[in-house]
């Protein structure tokens, strides 16, 4: 009976000690770095917006009716601007505070650990380059999230022929 508490004990310990190896990606940390992210998107593409309408000023009226150099700025113009927009809606639900909240289900602001990937429920960026990781941004709008929404930690998904195992939600 010693022998086998004693084994538990070892066993419990090894798993503690794997549990901080592996360290949990910090969601507020996390929230804090994409909200830097958008800011820098919406300072550049206001300033490439800008820089474009300055084009198209600086240039004047068209040469002959088949220029459309001031046209091509203008619609460049125009795309900085819908680029400046989506980041600022991005970055309003950034800050929303229910994106912090902990979740015991997969819904907006959830941060799932899986055996392969990690991916954070909030805006659609992509893969994300955050401390030595890569984190999966997905709005809940795409695919992957409608398989997922809903399930808790210990249930399995398949996406793309990949499965995948849910570790942890935060």
């Known amino acids: 009976m010693v022998f086998i508490t004693a084994s538990f004990k070892f066993v419990h310990a090894i798993a503690k000690i794997q549990i901080l190896m592996t360290t949990p990606v910090n969601k507020t940390e996390l929230v804090k770095h994409l909200i830097q992210l958008q800011e820098t998107a919406i300072t550049n593409a206001r300033q490439a917006m800008n820089d474009a309408q300055e084009e198209a000023n600086n240039y004047g009226t068209p040469k002959d009716r088949y220029d459309g150099f001031r046209n091509q700025q203008l ?96």
């Open 75 to 170: 619609r460049r113009k125009d795309m900085f601007a819908k680029q400046l927009s989506q980041a600022g809606q991005n970055l309003e639900l950034l800050r929303k505070p229910e994106i912090l909240q902990p979740k015991n289900e997969i819904s907006f602001g959830a941060l799932v650990q899986t055996a392969s990937d990690t991916f954070f429920v909030s805006i659609g960026l992509g893969s994300v380059s955050f401390n030595s990781e890569q984190i999966i941004v997905i709005s809940m709008l795409v695919p992957i999230y409608h398989v997922m929404k809903g399930k808790k930690v210990g249930d399995s998904f398949s996406f793309n022929n990949k499965g995948y195992t849910i570790k942890s939600i935060t």
